[in-house]
């Protein structure tokens, strides 16, 4: 919640410092559509600028920058604490104009001496004010919002917040730059930005699209270039506060300007030459976005250093400037470079971009009637409603001529979604079909609409070596998921349709969709072709997937047909086994009672053999007999006491080792517990027999939210053969292993309702019995309840 606060409170300081910045701005530039000028521009050190176009007459009489205005009218410009040289210069022009003069009379200080220059008042032209002031000023809104865009997606992100930086001062500077050279009320904030701008495109330079190393394992270098940038700034705005001139600090920053942003370029083109696979692709992006306009603009940089007037770079770089930001705000949402893992919204994107069509309509038009003499404030006044209106009629009239005329379209996503969830409820081929016919039917009014099924061997059958007469041919070239449609009827037959589309999947014919005529004769659009193909395609996915469900139960139906195969082989091979293990007992027993009717005598060794034999036929009886179903009487047992008992049954089979148990005192269990024994004795003695001798095996009871777990786990090497066989009967990996023990388990466990589970976890074997909330309970007082 504070970090939503926060990323509030951020976004509303940027949107009142751009909104108090760009209106001061703005109402500065308008003050000076066609207000009289005497054809040059100054800065506040009465430096002339370069900012202009090789019309005006200053330029005409070969005024340049450095040069410098020592006097005009008789008024000698000085520097004063808290005042600016050109202030001399601004009162002159302004009573020259108040009086009605038509030229002022100016001494300039150039590189070959002084010179006087009369100089002629004339309006600041319609052309030069869209490209100095009005344009500028539409630039540096659409760096505000792409600075928005960024600290809305991510606010604490690295790049997010240092392409934010470089949006903002670069929007500052475009606010303040045509007011440093006119009304100078921002010339503070020009400052400020002229010498943070540089720093800020180092900075983003070496954040794009990732840190460099050197940042990422030094990210203090980034505070520095901030901290450098801001001392030049407190310098200029010292220099100002004590009247000193700033020529040279502003030198300075133009140099930095310049060298920022060819390193920019430079640095995006080096990094896009090592880059490979997705990475180049995303710094291509960036590279095509943002590198060839900050170019124009350090030419223009270094043009207006060398004296030259900036208007001839001015007509590439202001359109430059104006894609910079949105261009790149598509390249950093598209690649999601700020990390934000947000959702991009289509219908805010729409607005964002109607609104941005609403803001040119009303600049071109406002632009193209100031040209033609018209006063400004009324061009903006008619231009404004004018598009806005234009554009909510647009908006209505393409949705009623979607309506109207292109059905499809509106009926798009809902037919498909439709269609999906019929589809997804049906493994039919038939059922396929009939979905298909009944989906494009609602939407498309025409004749009638027929879904014709291929069978999977006509349609191979037609694909190779030529279709039935009337049938679609499958061209061999075609490939997975192609569409064909035919808008001419075949003339073979009578009741051919209007349009026919080929169901395909991976090369294979599936189904011919047919579709007649619209009712009234009306004419098929580009929207009903698309909205068929992607019908075609849903309904090519469906009827393959149809065909492999049809393959698969019958796959099925053979296997479980070979299981009953194989099954009763294993119980004639059990029955072979068993006579094979009785006959010798029976023999040995047929002997002895001969042998008894003779008054013969058996010996020690005979009666040993007896009763290991005995022994053994009671195991193989008992091992059967467990196989049986026998009715649970159940009953409330500690599970603690279950485990006791399981460990007293195999005392001999542990030796000197011990079950590690984890189990609550009051834990109690609903269960049969004769065969509950039988389950725990079974999995604990399979576990010693992997553990081995150094392994350990234990009992864990866990309670859940839907009951409790009684887990038997081991430290063996695992579970070997075919897992799927597990609890299959007589399948066992052991050597003498009967493959009875874990099926007696499966089945007293899911004859209690239980479900259970191997599974292999940090180092050891786990069967997992999941017991359900009603035979569990924590107390013996659930017992008496």
């Given at each position: 919640?504070?970090?939503?606060e926060?990323?509030r409170?951020l976004?509303?300081?940027?949107v009142?410092a751009?909104l108090?910045?760009?209106?001061?701005?703005?109402?500065?530039?308008?003050?000076?559509?066609?207000r009289?000028f005497?054809g040059v521009?100054?800065?506040?050190?009465?430096?002339?600028?370069?900012?202009g176009?090789?019309?005006?007459?200053g330029f005409?009489?070969?005024?340049?920058?450095?040069?410098?205005?020592?006097?005009?009218d008789?008024?000698?410009?000085e520097?004063?604490e808290?005042?600016?040289?050109?202030?001399?210069?601004?009162?002159?022009?302004?009573?020259?104009?108040?009086?009605?003069?038509?030229?002022?009379?100016a001494?300039?200080?150039?590189?070959?001496g002084?010179r006087?220059?009369?100089l002629?008042l004339?309006p600041f032209?319609?052309l030069?004010?869209?490209?100095?002031?009005?344009?500028l000023?539409?630039?540096?809104?659409?760096?505000?919002g792409?600075?928005?865009?960024?600290?809305?997606a991510?606010?604490?992100?690295?790049?997010?917040?240092?392409f934010?930086?470089?949006?903002?001062f670069a929007?500052l500077f475009?606010?303040?730059?045509?007011?440093?050279?006119?009304?100078?009320?921002l010339?503070?904030f020009?400052?400020?930005?002229?010498?943070?701008?540089?720093?800020?495109?180092f900075?983003?330079?070496?954040r794009?699209?990732?840190d460099?190393p050197?940042?990422?394992?030094?990210?203090v270098?980034a505070?520095?270039?901030?901290g450098?940038?801001g001392?030049?700034?407190?310098a200029?705005?010292?220099?100002h506060?004590?009247?000193?001139?700033?020529?040279a600090l502003r030198s300075?920053?133009a140099?930095?300007f310049?060298?920022s942003?060819f390193?920019?370029?430079?640095?995006?083109?080096?990094r896009?030459?090592?880059?490979?696979?997705?990475?180049?692709?995303?710094?291509r992006?960036?590279?095509?976005?943002?590198?060839?306009?900050?170019?124009?603009?350090?030419?223009?940089?270094?043009l207006?250093?060398?004296?030259?007037?900036?208007?001839t770079?001015?007509w590439?770089?202001?359109?430059?400037l104006?894609?910079?930001?949105?261009?790149?705000?598509?390249?950093f949402?598209?690649?999601d470079l700020?990390g934000s893992?947000?959702?991009?919204s289509?219908?805010?994107?729409r607005v964002?971009?109607?609104?941005?069509?609403?803001a040119?309509?009303?600049?071109?038009c406002?632009?193209?009637?100031?040209?033609?003499?018209?006063?400004?404030?009324?061009?903006?006044?008619?231009?404004?409603?004018?598009?806005?209106?234009?554009?909510?009629?647009?908006?209505?009239?393409?949705?009623?001529?979607?309506?109207?005329?292109?059905?499809a379209?509106a009926?798009?996503?809902?037919?498909?979604?439709?269609l999906?969830?019929e589809?997804?409820?049906?493994?039919?081929?038939?059922?396929?079909?009939f979905?298909?016919e009944?989906?494009?039917a609602?939407?498309?009014?025409?004749?009638?609409?027929?879904?014709?099924?291929?069978?999977?061997?006509?349609?191979?059958?037609?694909?190779?070596?030529?279709?039935?007469p009337?049938?679609?041919?499958?061209?061999?070239d075609e490939?997975?998921?192609?569409?064909?449609i035919?808008?001419?009827?075949?003339?073979?037959?009578?009741s051919?349709?209007?349009?026919?589309?080929?169901?395909?999947?991976?090369?294979r014919?599936?189904?011919v969709?047919e579709?007649?005529?619209?009712?009234?004769g009306?004419?098929?659009?580009?929207e009903?072709?698309?909205?068929?193909?992607?019908?075609?395609?849903?309904?090519?996915?469906?009827?393959?997937h149809?065909h492999s469900?049809?393959?698969?139960?019958?796959r099925?139906?053979?296997?479980a047909?070979?299981?009953?195969?194989?099954?009763?082989?294993?119980?004639?091979t059990?029955?072979?086994?068993?006579?094979?293990?009785v006959?010798y007992?029976?023999n040995?027993?047929?002997s002895?009672f001969k042998?008894?009717s003779?008054n013969?005598?058996?010996?020690?060794?005979e009666?040993d053999?007896g009763?290991?034999?005995?022994?053994?036929l009671?195991?193989l009886?008992?091992?059967?007999?467990?196989?049986t179903?026998?009715?649970?009487e159940?009953?409330?047992?500690?599970?603690?006491e279950?485990?006791?008992?399981?460990?007293m049954?195999?005392?001999?089979?542990?030796?000197?080792?011990?079950?590690?148990?984890?189990?609550?005192?009051?834990s109690?269990?609903?269960?049969?517990?004769?065969?509950?024994?039988?389950?725990?004795?079974n999995?604990?003695?399979?576990?010693?027999?992997?553990?081995g001798d150094k392994?350990?095996?234990?009992v864990?009871?866990?309670?859940t939210?839907?009951?409790?777990?009684?887990v038997?786990?081991?430290?063996?090497?695992?579970?070997?053969?075919d897992?799927?066989r597990?609890f299959a009967?007589?399948?066992?990996t052991?050597?003498r292993?009967?493959g009875l023990?874990?099926?007696?388990?499966?089945?007293?466990?899911?004859?209690?309702?239980?479900?259970?589970?191997?599974?292999?976890?940090?180092g050891?074997?786990?069967?997992?019995?999941?017991?359900p909330?009603?035979?569990?309970s924590?107390?013996?007082?659930?017992?008496?309840a």
């Amino acid at each position: 919640m504070p970090a939503i606060e926060n990323r509030r409170w951020l976004l509303a300081v940027v949107v009142l410092a751009a909104l108090v910045l760009g209106g001061s701005g703005m109402r500065s530039a308008l003050s000076w559509y066609e207000r009289p000028f005497p054809g040059v521009l100054v800065d506040p050190d009465g430096v002339v600028s370069s900012v202009g176009l090789p019309s005006w007459e200053g330029f005409q009489k070969g005024l340049r920058y450095p040069d410098r205005v020592v006097e005009v009218d008789g008024w000698h410009l000085e520097s004063t604490e808290g005042r600016y040289r050109a202030g001399a210069w601004d009162a002159a022009v302004e009573r020259a104009a108040r009086e009605g003069r038509r030229s002022v009379h100016a001494r300039v200080e150039t590189a070959e001496g002084l010179r006087d220059v009369e100089l002629s008042l004339v309006p600041f032209d319609a052309l030069a004010w869209w490209f100095y002031a009005g344009g500028l000023m539409v630039v540096a809104s659409l760096y505000v919002g792409a600075a928005l865009i960024a600290l809305s997606a991510s606010p604490h992100g690295k790049l997010a917040r240092a392409f934010a930086s470089a949006a903002l001062f670069a929007a500052l500077f475009q606010f303040a730059l045509f007011d440093y050279h006119s009304s100078r009320h921002l010339v503070p904030f020009f400052h400020v930005a002229y010498a943070l701008v540089p720093m800020s495109f180092f900075t983003l330079a070496l954040r794009l699209p990732d840190d460099v190393p050197l940042i990422a394992r030094y990210p203090v270098f980034a505070r520095i270039a901030h901290g450098l940038g801001g001392l030049l700034a407190a310098a200029l705005l010292a220099s100002h506060a004590m009247g000193w001139t700033t020529v040279a600090l502003r030198s300075v920053c133009a140099i930095l300007f310049v060298a920022s942003f060819f390193f920019f370029a430079t640095t995006l083109i080096l990094r896009f030459a090592a880059a490979e696979g997705d990475r180049r692709r995303t710094l291509r992006a960036l590279l095509l976005a943002m590198a060839p306009p900050h170019v124009v603009i350090a030419l223009g940089f270094m043009l207006a250093m060398l004296g030259a007037p900036a208007s001839t770079l001015a007509w590439f770089a202001i359109p430059a400037l104006a894609l910079t930001p949105v261009s790149s705000v598509v390249a950093f949402i598209r690649y999601d470079l700020w990390g934000s893992r947000a959702l991009l919204s289509r219908p805010l994107t729409r607005v964002i971009i109607a609104c941005m069509m609403v803001a040119l309509t009303v600049i071109l038009c406002s632009a193209c009637a100031g040209y033609a003499g018209l006063p400004l404030l009324g061009a903006i006044k008619v231009a404004a409603p004018a598009a806005v209106v234009s554009a909510a009629l647009v908006v209505f009239a393409l949705g009623a001529g979607d309506r109207k005329l292109f059905p499809a379209r509106a009926e798009y996503k809902p037919t498909v979604e439709q269609l999906s969830e019929e589809l997804t409820l049906v493994a039919d081929p038939d059922e396929v079909a009939f979905a298909v016919e009944r989906t494009v039917a609602r939407w498309l009014s025409c004749e009638r609409v027929t879904f014709r099924r291929i069978a999977v061997d006509a349609a191979d059958g037609a694909g190779s070596a030529g279709a039935a007469p009337g049938e679609p041919a499958q061209r061999a070239d075609e490939s997975s998921g192609e569409r064909v449609i035919e808008v001419e009827p075949s003339k073979a037959s009578a009741s051919a349709s209007e349009l026919s589309l080929t169901v395909m999947f991976r090369g294979r014919l599936l189904g011919v969709l047919e579709v007649g005529k619209k009712r009234g004769g009306a004419l098929f659009t580009s929207e009903d072709l698309d909205l068929l193909r992607t019908i075609g395609n849903q309904a090519a996915l469906a009827m393959a997937h149809a065909h492999s469900y049809a393959e698969l139960e019958r796959r099925r139906r053979e296997q479980a047909a070979a299981w009953r195969d194989e099954r009763a082989a294993l119980i004639e091979t059990l029955a072979a086994e068993i006579t094979h293990e009785v006959r010798y007992p029976i023999n040995f027993f047929r002997s002895v009672f001969k042998r008894g009717s003779k008054n013969q005598s058996l010996d020690a060794e005979e009666v040993d053999i007896g009763c290991e034999e005995v022994e053994r036929l009671e195991r193989l009886v008992m091992g059967l007999r467990r196989v049986t179903h026998r009715k649970l009487e159940r009953r409330r047992l500690a599970v603690e006491e279950l485990v006791s008992r399981a460990e007293m049954l195999l005392r001999d089979q542990l030796g000197k080792r011990r079950i590690e148990a984890r189990v609550s005192a009051g834990s109690r269990l609903r269960c049969d517990p004769d065969q509950a024994t039988q389950v725990l004795v079974n999995l604990l003695s399979n576990g010693l027999d992997a553990a081995g001798d150094k392994g350990t095996i234990g009992v864990v009871w866990e309670t859940t939210e839907s009951g409790a777990e009684l887990v038997v786990w081991d430290t063996g090497p695992g579970i070997s053969g075919d897992a799927s066989r597990l609890f299959a009967p007589w399948y066992t990996t052991k050597p003498r292993g009967t493959g009875l023990g874990l099926a007696i388990t499966h089945r007293i466990v899911r004859a209690h309702g239980w479900l259970i589970e191997p599974e292999r976890r940090d180092g050891t074997t786990r069967f997992v019995i999941s017991i359900p909330a009603a035979d569990v309970s924590m107390t013996a007082e659930d017992e008496v309840a």
